[in-house]
């Protein structure tokens, strides 16, 4: 079974943004049942606008049009052992 089957984004608990940390979200391990919380930094939200050509402030807009790629970085991170997992500008964002 594909990583993608296994988890799935919780519309239910909706993004929230913290203004210094990032955007709290949640997956779902659907497998097992179990809400998987993570996080996106501010940072790698603000270079990703910037990369894209968007406003560099619109964290939460950001997080909402990339929220497919950022949701998969994170489903890897819990795949690969991380509990609560934090997606980074590095992971965001690759050189």
């Known amino acids: 079974m594909s990583k993608s089957a296994i988890f799935k984004y919780d519309e239910s608990f909706g993004p929230y943004h913290e203004v210094y940390r990032g955007i ?8 097992a049942d179990v809400p998987v919380c993570c996080l996106v930094s501010t940072e790698a939200l603000h ?9 560099e402030n619109a964290v939460l807009k950001t997080f909402l ?5 950022i949701s998969g970085l994170a489903a890897d991170k819990y795949f690969h ?3 609560h997992p934090l997606v980074t500008s590095a992971d965001l964002n690759p050189s």
Do not use: M, T, Y
């Open 24 to 31: 709290h979200f949640r997956l779902i391990d659907v497998e």
């Open 47 to 55: 270079d990703k606008a910037v990369a894209n050509g968007l406003d």
């Open 65 to 69: 049009e990339f929220r497919g790629e």
């Open 81 to 83: 052992g991380q509990s």
